[in-house]
């Protein structure tokens, strides 16, 4: 078995150095759970370009994020590291974070660029701003961004659905209203949700286009806002679905993934495009009907339960990836030194990368993923470590917590803020294969499952001997100054931080010749 695993990455790279360098797209869905898409099993979804995205190619049933909110879990996909060592803890950067993504951190955007990629984000950021904008994406290997620098609940929230239905609350009034940014550049200011969709699309189409036409590889990472509360949709899918607003945005994110599979195919493309889709975190279910499904998974976002971390992900890519479904372990980490290694890029050596290349479980279809993953709650400390270790089957819960994201009435005592974190020695374990909704703890005194904890324990103190943590950038703080507004010092704020130049509703296509 060793020895035809050599075999195929020996194939691999030989065929790799042999063609021209893959396009590589990364679709990056926002709160959205693992039972969400058709195709993981919603009887109401109505997803059919991800659902014939899953068809062409390898869906993936063990893939996780390595937080259950939205910054560090952006943070451990571009860098490849798990989110203590980049300072992207505790919680999620706000509207007016002072800090940001340190400068020192690599992304797969700058591994790309170094090796003559075009570079582009198109949607959700969610990795810092700053006082003088020093942490938005131009500064981290990007050539472009057209986006939201952060969550759009974290701004006043005014209409959400076609014509003007406002939106299901009034989210964060006292912020800045939400910024649609260009670059560096706020281009309009608040952001028009009811044609950000496609605003997007139009600048990530116009995208591949002119890297296609300029025979140019590229790297787009397209960061949905989609299907985040508050949700919202266009007049084309604005009561489009029975299964409500949550729908809605479902069908409008889909609608946007076959504009860029468009785009793919009619730039004559596909046979040398890499496309993964996944999501940052699980989903709201304190929502209720509106937050989303983590399927057969126990609690949401904001949880260490498999509902929080297990996210859908299916890779694409014709000809190289065959059709089929996996079970193998893997992880947002893990995208970072795949990437790499596809384009023939070392990963630093001066910092850990965590993640692993999966190569042979996208090419192959075989063994090749993690043999064990950590699991961060949102607000991780030193003292407590990491709260589970998922190792081959099982997995060990050292801490579970619930979270305020979860109302005082949610129906499993287990997610709601009422949980503490409560603390397991031994460790509470489960066999996921058999068990996935973590509802039935093995029997650890005996054997087999005493070795397994034993087995589980040495991975936990090697892996934390060996971890620093970085100065936590989200406990920086926040202040009016780090706010994004048009019309800086302007009175009375932040009502004050709108633009009048630009017609609410005009698409932005990105600029000829930008790149």
């Known amino acids: 078995m060793e020895l035809n695993v050599v075999i195929i990455l020996g194939l691999l790279v030989a065929i790799t150095s042999c063609l021209e360098k893959p396009n590589i797209v990364i679709l990056f869905a926002d709160d959205l759970g693992w039972g969400d898409l058709g195709c993981y099993g919603h009887p109401t979804s109505t997803s059919p370009n991800l659902d014939k995205m899953a068809a062409e190619g390898l869906k993936f049933m063990n ?69 003088e904008q020093q942490y938005l ?39 800045t209203p939400c910024p649609l940014y260009e670059n560096d550049k706020i281009i309009q200011q608040p952001a028009d949700f009811l044609k950000l969709s496609e605003t997007y699309s139009s600048a990530a189409t116009g995208f591949i286009h002119q890297m296609a036409a300029k025979k140019k590889p590229f790297f787009l990472y397209m960061a949905f806002q989609h299907t985040h509360h508050p949700q919202f949709s266009s007049k084309m899918f604005t009561n489009s679905s029975i299964r409500g607003t949550f729908g809605d945005s479902l069908n409008e994110m889909d609608w946007q993934v076959g ?68 079970s193998e372990l893997t992880a947002t980490l893990d995208l970072f030194p795949t990437i790499s290694n596809l384009v023939n890029i070392a990963v630093p050596t001066d910092r850990v990368i965590d993640g692993i290349d999966m190569s042979t479980v996208l090419f192959a279809n075989t063994e090749g993923g993690r043999e064990s993953l950590m699991y961060y709650p949102p607000n991780p400390t030193p003292s407590q470590g990491v709260f589970a270790i998922r190792y081959k089957e099982y997995k060990a819960h050292y801490y579970t917590a619930g979270t305020g994201l979860y109302p005082k009435y949610y129906p499993d005592p287990a997610c709601n803020y009422t949980k503490n974190a409560t603390h397991y020695d031994p460790p509470l374990l489960f066999n996921l294969n058999q068990d996935p909704g973590e509802l039935n703890p093995l029997n650890t005194s005996g054997f087999p499952y005493k070795e397994i904890v034993d087995t589980i324990n040495q991975i936990k103190i090697k892996f934390e001997a060996a971890v620093t943590w970085a100065e936590p950038e989200i406990s920086k703080g926040v202040s009016n100054d780090s706010k994004p507004c048009a019309k800086p010092g302007c009175t009375p704020f932040p009502q004050c931080c709108t633009t009048n130049d630009i017609v609410p509703g005009t698409t932005r296509i990105i600029h000829p010749g930008l790149l």
């Open 259 to 326: 504009k860029i599979f468009d785009a793919i195919h009619g730039a004559g493309i596909a046979k040398n495009t890499f496309v993964f889709f996944t999501s940052d975190n699980g989903p709201s279910l304190f929502r209720g009907v509106r937050g989303g499904s983590a399927g057969p998974f126990r609690c949401g976002k904001g949880t260490t339960y498999e509902g929080g971390v297990r996210m859908p992900a299916i890779a694409w890519w014709p000809g190289r990836i065959a059709p089929g479904v996996t």
């Open 137 to 175: 994406p131009t500064n981290y290997g990007f050539d472009y961004f057209l986006g939201l620098p952060y969550s759009h609940d974290m701004c006043p929230c005014y209409v959400c659905f076609y014509p003007q239905e406002a939106c299901y609350d009034d989210c964060r009034p006292e912020s």
């Open 63 to 131: 893939f996780y994020s390595t937080s259950p909110i939205c910054s560090p879990s952006r943070a451990s996909l571009l860098t490849g590291r798990y989110q203590v060592r980049t300072g992207m803890y505790p919680g999620a950067l706000e509207c007016g974070s002072i800090g940001g993504l340190p400068w020192n951190e690599t992304t797969i955007a700058a591994q790309l660029k170094q090796a003559g990629y075009g570079t582009a984000i198109v949607g959700k950021w969610h990795l810092g701003v700053g006082r």
